[in-house]
């Protein structure tokens, strides 16, 4: 699928990757933005995020964000094999979701 965020669900999708920038800061701030995060992490799938990305994740405000879960994040482009072996793997169940709104 080839659409913004904002204009479709995030069920769409297999895994979400948030790049840095200068973008990443009214990311942060986007209701929408945190509840495409949230609702991908409800639903188990892969998440990276990338240098100033990681305060989206942080903005979502996540339980747990380690490998362990399927959330990866790093400054730099070095997560990006593991995470897509995270795709690979589709979903991760052992994640905590109850704190997540979505």
């Known amino acids: 699928m080839n659409r913004a965020a904002p204009n479709a669900a995030s069920v769409f999708y297999d895994a979400v990757i948030v790049p840095g920038g200068k973008s990443a800061g009214s990311l942060a701030k ?8 949230n609702e991908t992490f409800h639903h188990g799938k892969p998440i990276a995020a990338l240098s100033d990305g ?49």
């Open 30 to 37: 986007s209701g929408a933005a945190i509840n495409f995060i």
């Open 54 to 102: 990681k305060s989206v994740l942080e903005a979502a405000r996540l339980p747990e964000m380690t490998k362990k879960v399927g959330v990866f994040t790093a400054d730099d482009e070095s997560v990006l094999p593991a995470f897509i072996d995270a795709i690979k793997q589709h979903r991760y169940h052992n994640r905590t979701v109850a704190p997540v709104a979505a």
